[in-house]
């Protein structure tokens, strides 16, 4: 009750949603455009596709949306990467939320660049991240959308839930473009419930 009362000072709705999405990466400028920031990067495009607007609560960012008519919490933990899994919760405390309701989506350096996996469940798999998650709310069965990164030489066309980079530095994506609202985050499912890969079509990333 004690977050929930704060989070409605700072003008922040705490009303049932139908997901909340979770972007993993590490907070500040000097992270922004590293890849394994992807998770960052994908709910910033979403915020800005659907209008929405950040703010600072708990120890996220939050952005509250609406995806096909359903409200959906967008955050961002600040937690850097490592603790995430407190971040997420003390967000699920605050709204009432279980891991039931939780959307995750994380980098995979073991996923070609372009490629997404979704999964109902399953380990961490090296993610430190997802792994703080896991362990702090004690269940694997959480949804997650592995978002590949895994290429030595990034491609030139845009990766179209990331957006366009035109050049790599190091594990840093640099110069990227403005992002495009598709290619399997949220309205591509897999194709078994349990994983699923899908490439993202260069077609659509040119469109």
């Known amino acids: 009750m004690l977050w929930c009362g704060m989070l409605q000072v700072r003008g922040i709705k705490t009303g049932a949603l139908a997901r909340i999405v979770v972007g993993l990466g590490n907070p500040g400028e000097e992270y922004a455009r590293n890849r394994h ?37 967008l955050a961002e933990p600040l937690t850097y990467m490592n603790n995430s899994g407190k ?3 003390e967000l699920l405390s605050a709204f009432h939320q279980d891991s039931r309701d939780l959307l995750l989506v994380v980098d995979d350096l073991n996923l070609p660049f372009g490629r997404i ?7 961490a798999g090296g993610h430190h991240g997802l792994e703080s998650i ?24 845009p990766l179209v839930a990331l957006g366009r980079s035109r050049r790599k530095r ?38």
């Open 37 to 73: 920031n992807a998770g960052f990067m994908a709910l910033d495009a979403l915020a800005r596709e659907s209008g929405g607007s950040w703010s600072v609560g708990l120890l996220t960012r939050i952005c509250r949306i609406e995806l096909g008519g359903f409200p959906v919490l």
């Open 87 to 89: 971040a997420v919760h």
């Open 117 to 123: 996996r979704i999964r109902e469940r399953g380990s």
């Open 134 to 157: 896991l362990n702090t709310l004690n269940t694997d069965e959480v949804v997650r959308v592995r978002m590949g990164i895994g290429e030595e030489q990034m491609p030139e066309a």
């Open 170 to 207: 190091g594990g840093e994506l640099v110069a990227a473009e403005e992002v495009q609202p598709s290619g399997g985050l949220v309205d591509q499912p897999a194709r078994d419930p349990q994983v699923g890969d899908h490439q993202l079509p260069h077609e659509a990333a040119r469109g």
